[in-house]
């Protein structure tokens, strides 16, 4: 098993930044891809920035040049900066992650979410 904890989130004004984080901890072999998605009511969920255990990394063309994806291996944490924030940022941030077991399976995680409004 595998629990995910995510801070960060809040309430910023149009251009404001904000960071992400997400610890990853349990029972498990490693952990493999990293991701964040976001949602907001009414739509679905969509993939925001993912990043490999390597380090490669790729993002939706909504957010590109202006969020960064990194993770820490050994601290197991996935971060999201977020720069330039607009209005239509604004959603649950969710985490997620691909988590190998001992017995080599691989699962998917999701963390709780965390509010991320941008309003002035």
């Known amino acids: 098993q595998v629990q995910l904890v995510e801070s960060g989130g809040g309430l910023v004004q149009p251009g404001g930044s904000l960071r992400l984080s997400c610890v990853a901890s349990?029972?498990?072999?490693?952990?493999?891809?990293m991701n964040w998605y976001r949602q907001v009511p009414g739509k679905e969920r969509e993939l925001v920035a993912a990043v490999t255990v390597g380090g490669s990394t790729n993002y939706a063309d909504s957010v590109k040049g202006r969020f960064t994806i990194s993770r820490d291996n050994a601290k197991n944490t996935v971060y999201l900066q977020m720069n330039s924030l607009k209005p239509e940022d604004t959603a649950v941030y969710y985490c997620?992650?691909?988590?190998?077991?001992?017995?080599?399976?691989?699962?998917?995680?999701w963390g709780q979410g965390t509010q991320v409004t941008v309003s002035s």
């Open positions: 997620n992650v691909r988590a190998r077991t001992f017995r080599y399976f691989d699962y998917d995680y």
């Open positions: 349990g029972t498990f072999y490693s952990i493999n891809a």
